[in-house]
């Protein structure tokens, strides 16, 4: 018996580094040498570590897709999946890659963003839908959310990006610092007047339209940037003229620069430095 642990102790006294073993992971450390917090959600079976979100950015403006794309790069939870500025080609990607998280621009080729929102919404309930503006203003903020938007964002908001990401992905609503004092504003009812309560008498689609004929687009050119026919377009403008006691296709079009311009001046008025 004696000899026995004679042996032990001589084998212990060859090989100190035996009894200091556990040492060298202390705490929550695994046997592979990497900190792992007990709180922290484990790594994909794959190997590959977790699995991100998907998201599809949507937007007109070239420079403003670089910029989101940048900021997501930088993201442990999100990767892009597809990007374009073509309403037609959205749709496609958003079929393809089943994104979790959307962001919409408000103008777009060949279609509009509260279009493509709703779109998205039929297409795939549980998507986190957010739109991203350069100009916002109360109407389209409503226009977006009713459409099934989580959340608005203006250009100036890209700080907030990722967090607007997180919470909308995890079912909450969120809308951007430059966008809140119009929401503020418009439940304490100070945008009635502004907009004229004959607006909100149109549909997103005659709105949509409405703004193109403010800019001066023809009737044809409308009908091939919406992808629909010069009818279609007539039978829109014949509605819009009814709702807005209007009795004439000049008297439309004058109607909807004047309101564009009113809209144009209210954004100078609420930030001169965003023109």
């Known amino acids: 018996m004696q000899q026995r642990k004679n042996r032990r102790l001589a084998a212990r006294a060859l ?11 202390p705490d929550n450390r695994s046997v592979y040498g990497s900190k792992k917090s007990l709180t922290e959600e484990p790594d994909d079976v794959s190997g590959k570590g977790p699995t991100k979100a998907k998201v599809l950015v949507v ?6 897709r670089a910029g989101v794309l ?10 892009v999946c597809g990007e374009t500025d073509e309403a037609p080609l959205a749709r496609e990607l958003f079929v393809r890659h089943h994104p979790d998280v959307s962001l919409v621009g408000m103008t777009l080729r060949g279609g509009d963003g509260i279009q493509l929102i709703k779109e998205f919404r039929s ?5 986190a839908l957010i739109a991203l503006s350069q100009h916002p203003d109360a109407l ?3 226009r977006a959310f009713r459409a ?9 908001d890209a700080s907030e990006l990722l967090s607007a990401f997180n919470q909308i992905s995890a079912g909450h609503s969120y809308v951007g ?3 809140l004092p119009l929401v503020l504003d418009g439940f304490a009812g100070r945008k009635k007047a502004r907009l004229g309560s004959n607006m909100s008498m149109l549909s997103d689609r005659e709105l949509e339209i409405f703004s193109f004929i403010g800019r001066g687009v023809s009737v044809s050119e409308l009908a091939t940037e919406l992808h629909v026919s010069v009818k279609t377009i007539e039978t829109h403008q014949m509605r819009m003229k009814e709702k807005l006691a209007l009795h004439s296709a000049a008297e439309l079009r004058q109607k909807a620069r004047e309101w564009l311009a009113k809209s144009a001046v209210n954004r100078i008025r609420e930030d001169p430095e965003s023109e």
């Open 148 to 156: 099934g938007a989580r959340g608005y964002l203006g250009i100036d």
């Open 59 to 64: 937007h007109r403006i070239g420079f403003v």
């Open 140 to 142: 389209s903020v409503q």
């Open 177 to 179: 610092a430059s966008v």
């Open 70 to 79: 940048s900021l997501i790069a930088k993201s442990m939870r999100f990767v």
């Open 15 to 25: 090989n100190p580094r035996r009894k200091t073993r556990e040492k060298e992971w």
């Open 123 to 127: 297409l795939n309930p549980a998507v």
